[in-house]
């Protein structure tokens, strides 16, 4: 490997596929759904969206990225609100808001733009591409295969329900990666820019149109190398070819 190439961890949802807003425009209809069915209880949209966003992010928080957790944290806002109170619970509701919940991960890809011709550039410029993502292995595959992934990242694709600092780190130490040429890209502060600060390695920045509550988080870590924040991924490939190039220019 000269010193221009390099080896570079993407993110999948939000940094090069839609993905908040599908999640966004089903907690629409599930909080009209609520507000319809308690109505003469003067619940308001927001605080049932704002009820089932913390129920969400606690489920998220003790046990990692799994695909039942958004629709059980549907029923969990519906039992909530019917105990607060007391309209009876329906199985026939619950079962609705679970297959409700579920539809989150039955919807087609929408690649970002510009992601073909970055991953594609980024490859021409002689980098090794990886894919390292957040939730379940059966879904985050399928949106890999129905996008076509593997033509830029091969095997070199990692999934896990707990991305953070000793995941990243651990998977930095696994493959040998050289931290003074390895870069993560992603939009999430929390689980993408901080880990890969903390391992010592570069990190891009490329903030979500639609931003989840869990990514909104303070960065408290010194860079030790390049920490850029991009607003499209076009800017990726001529970002990291400056930088290289002006760390061999000053002999680094």
Known sequence: MTKMQQTILFDMDDTLLYCNKFFDM??????DQMEAWFHGYRLS???IKKKQSEIDLERVLVSGFAPDHFPQSFVDTYEYYTDL???SKNDAEVKRLIELGASVYGHSIEPYPYMEETLRMLQEDGHTLHLYTGGDPTVQMRKVKEAELERFFGNRIYVT????AEYLDGLIRANGFDRNNTWMIGNSLRTD???ALKAGIHAIFMPAELEWAYNQVEVDVEPAGAYFTLSSLRYIPETIRDYTTAKITAGS
């Open 26 to 31: 089903v907690i629409d209809q599930f909080a």
């Open 85 to 87: 109170t007391g309209r």
């Open 193 to 195: 820019i901080i880990p």
């Open 45 to 47: 949209i927001e605080e």
């Open 161 to 164: 329900r707990h991305k953070n």
